[in-house]
């Protein structure tokens, strides 16, 4: 059965706005889990733009709420994590001027890094996941440095559904990643940048798992409710 997890960072986002309360990260946690969701994700970035500590800390105590944390390299994000012990960790690439993360880790570049932290997390049995470029040089190295899951970057392909152009070569690329990753024992997620159309063509992969969306859910959330659009996605994933 493939998962849906869904990012409620830009809950955080509206709430930063007025510099209140309102509305709550927590709530739409355990809102969206009762929706359908199979897990929640929440960014927890060093600029902390969205997500905070206190938010982090209290979804992640939230009993039978299964939480994927992402976070950056950064150390004392890594500390902070390994403290709110989350049940799932994805490493993600992180830039202080972007809008949203621009595209996969540089594994090469990276790699003695980011199998130190693997081994921490594994110490704590968090699953850990590395948010990835469709490369198939990036599955082999996830695989040499023992990581559980790979998040497979799917804005590119979003983009060019979305522009009504040619996407056949991506969604290649994103097949030959799944297929080798699943060979390897690498669980497969994808994630950014999807919708309604997105999703089901990546459906037809059977080796993904899971699905990790958050800016369309809570965009459309807006028209169509919140409840009835985590239930949208649910039916499409299945």
């Not at 989350?86 to 993360?101: A, D, H, L, M, S």
Request: net charge positive; proline share 2%.
């Amino acid at each position: 059965m493939k998962r849906l997890g869904v990012n409620i960072d830009h809950v955080a986002t509206l709430r930063n706005a007025r510099g209140e309360n309102h509305p709550d990260p927590v709530y739409a946690a355990k809102f969206a889990k009762k929706a359908g969701a199979d897990s929640i994700t929440i960014h927890l970035r060093e600029d902390r733009r969205h997500i905070n500590d206190a938010d982090a800390k209290r979804i992640c105590s939230i009993k039978g709420l299964l939480v994927n944390l992402e976070i950056s390299t950064n150390s004392d994000i890594v500390k902070n994590a390994m403290k709110i012990k989350p049940n799932f960790i994805c490493i993600v690439p992180e830039k202080r001027k972007e809008i949203t993360t621009e595209g996969g880790l540089d594994l090469i570049k990276n790699r003695s890094t980011i199998q130190n932290i693997i081994k921490k997390f594994k110490r704590l049995d968090i699953r850990t996941s590395l948010f990835i470029n469709p490369s198939l040089k990036d599955i082999r190295i996830s695989k040499a440095i023992s990581v559980d899951c790979v998040e497979i970057h799917t804005g590119k392909l979003s983009n060019l559904v979305k522009k009504r152009k040619n996407f056949s070569n991506e969604l290649k690329k994103i097949k030959e990643c799944s297929y080798l990753a699943n060979d390897l024992g690498i669980e497969v997620h994808a994630g950014h940048g999807l919708d309604y159309k997105t999703t089901k063509i990546l459906t037809s992969i059977k080796e993904i798992e899971e699905f990790n969306i958050g800016h369309f859910i809570i965009g459309e959330s807006i028209f169509m409710g919140f409840k009835n659009v985590v239930k949208k996605f649910k039916t499409i994933i299945k």
